[in-house]
């Protein structure tokens, strides 16, 4: 978050840890926080982020709300991201069970 940290003489950075969000209605255009304090907040965070890092645990059922953080709430805002991938398991990409989603990095492919 460099934009905050030039408005703060001697921090070079900020990181801010969400508690993550729950979309209502996943299939709506909207960004899916809704109203209130706590979505008032994370947009506030949000315009002011220069990256994202994106957790995300090696299960099937985490993918999808994965997917639709990135194209909900970064994508829309042109915030650069990583995905960190936790918790994983680095012999299941030699027997071929996550091999498919190796190239799942950032929007640049990296």
Request: aromatic residues 10%; negative net charge.
């Amino acid at each position: 978050m460099a934009k905050a940290a030039q408005q703060s003489p001697g921090i070079a950075e900020v990181y801010v840890d969400t508690a993550g969000w729950f979309d209502l209605d996943p299939d709506s255009c909207g960004d899916g926080l809704g109203d209130g304090y706590s979505a008032d907040a994370l947009r506030t965070v949000l315009d002011v982020t220069d990256e994202a890092i994106v957790p995300i645990l090696p299960a099937p059922m985490c993918f999808d709300p994965t997917a639709r953080t990135i194209r909900k709430l970064l994508e829309p805002r042109n915030i650069p991201y990583r995905v960190f991938i936790n918790d994983w398991d680095p012999e299941t990409v030699s027997t071929g069970c996550w091999k498919h989603r190796t190239s799942f990095a950032d929007r640049d492919g990296r």
